[in-house]
């Protein structure tokens, strides 16, 4: 699913304009960017919770050389499932 399809769905299960779903999953997603890219955890109920984790420096190795590589330091974005999610995944 994409976010067009995810208006779509929302459009014919509430009954509500296209326009008006697109404008409020807009403002939704809007509002979970601003939240991680301020370092805050954005925990929704029964969903899941989205915070940003610090992946520290490492050495790796170039596969096509072999040689050694350093890897700088980044950020990562991690999902965790909320229990009613990962139970209702579980329950197939």
């Known amino acids: 699913m994409n976010k067009t399809t995810l208006i779509e769905k929302v459009t014919k299960d509430t009954g ?6 697109e404008a409020v999953v807009n403002a939704a997603f809007a509002g979970i ?6 370092g805050e955890k954005v925990q929704i109920v029964g969903f ?8 520290p420096a490492r ?3 170039n596969p096509a050389t ?7 330091a ?4 991690a999902f965790t ?12």
């Open 16 to 21: 509500l304009k296209r326009k008006d779903v």
């Open 33 to 38: 960017e601003d939240a991680i890219l301020a």
């Open 48 to 55: 899941g919770t989205f915070e940003v984790k610090d992946r």
């Open 59 to 61: 050495t790796g190795i």
């Open 66 to 72: 072999r040689e050694t590589i350093k890897i700088a």
């Open 74 to 77: 980044s950020k990562r974005l």
């Open 81 to 92: 499932s909320g229990k009613t999610l990962k139970a209702k995944l579980n329950d197939k």
